[in-house]
């Protein structure tokens, strides 16, 4: 799909590409979303240079995610989508410059987009250049992903509350399972964010960026937050992985404890076995088999043995 964003009173729009399909003069954001290849191609020659394919822009090289060519300048950073899902992941989204003109490709839906979009359909004409529109978009990714890391900050703080709380073990499995989705959303976000980092600063040795003060002291700002971010997301990656440590190792006192109980158990019942087991051997010359008071004793015995132990472990303190 395509949608254009034009210094008219138009908006953001969905031309239908004809046959004979002209890019619009005024168009300053082209936005393809999971465009066909045929869109791909109308596009590619009302602009006169080639556009990266899916593959490309799956590529981890840097050189391949940002560079220019044919004039235009070639970004590509991992953005985090479908952060509310129980599985977040990462879409690759290109941002082309090419004189006043932005184009971007994506396959994915990031929230900012929608949100940036919505504004940029309240703005009325002239929107800003193509640069402008792309930093406005990341200042709006940035915004997306600094929530995203409050909202895992705060149900890690809900679990950290939750662990030490727990006095079961079957309690910690979904308290595990919390863990690992805000584990698996601050690594997501922190992939983006580096890639975010890299895409900004190569940005600013852009033409566009240089010859506009006010551009550029936005980029460094956003640089900042990046930075900022980044490293809120370290310290959010040591506090799941301390939790994490946490909850293994009282699951793992608690099932110790299960093991010891069981075992004092089993100590002190031996002694009453043995006890039952001589005197269940019926050898004929046993002198206590024709007693009558045999079987008491032997009773009294194996109790006598099994309570002994029990007291003596409780002195000790281990159960």
């Not at 839906?109 to 640069?131: I, M, N």
């Not at 002694?271 to 007693?291: C, K, Q």
């Not at 032997?298 to 099994?306: P, Q, R, T």
Request: glycine fraction near 6%; include cysteine.
């Amino acid at each position: 799909m395509l949608k254009l964003l034009r210094r008219s009173d138009a908006g953001l729009e969905c031309p239908l590409l004809s046959t004979d399909w002209v890019l619009p003069s005024d168009a300053v954001w082209i936005d393809l979303i999971e465009p066909t290849r045929e869109e791909e191609l109308k596009v590619e020659k009302a602009l006169g240079f080639m556009l990266p394919t899916r593959e490309d822009m799956a590529e981890i090289e840097a050189s391949s995610r940002i560079y220019q060519e044919d004039g235009a300048t070639f970004l590509t950073a991992s953005i985090l989508v479908n952060s509310d899902a129980d599985l977040p992941s990462i879409a690759p989204i290109t941002f082309v410059l090419a004189g006043e003109r932005l184009i971007t490709i994506r396959y994915g839906e990031p929230r900012a987009f929608a949100v940036y979009a919505a504004q940029a359909e309240l703005q009325k004409p002239p929107h800003p250049d193509g640069a402008a529109i792309m930093v406005g978009i990341l200042d709006a990714v940035v915004d997306r992903v600094a929530d995203i890391l409050e909202r895992t900050a705060a149900e890690v703080e809900a679990v950290s509350v939750a662990i030490f709380r727990t006095p079961k073990t079957a309690g910690f499995q979904p308290i595990i399972n919390r863990l690992g989705k805000a584990q698996m959303t601050g690594a997501k976000a922190r992939e983006s964010l580096v890639s975010l980092s890299r895409l900004v600063s190569y940005a600013t040795i852009t033409g566009q960026m240089e010859m506009d003060a006010d551009l550029l002291d936005r980029v460094k700002t956003l640089q900042r937050d990046i930075q900022s971010l980044t490293d809120h997301a370290g310290y959010l990656a040591g506090n799941v992985t301390f939790l994490l440590d946490a909850a293994l190792g009282l699951i793992n006192i608690e099932q110790n404890s299960i093991i010891k109980m069981f075992s004092i158990f089993t100590v002190a019942l031996l002694p009453p076995t043995l006890i039952g087991a001589i005197y269940g051997m019926n050898f004929e010359h046993m002198p206590e088999l024709r007693w009558m008071g045999g079987y008491p004793m032997a009773l009294g015995l194996m109790l006598i043995s099994a309570v002994l132990p029990l007291v003596w472990f409780r002195r000790k303190g281990w159960f």
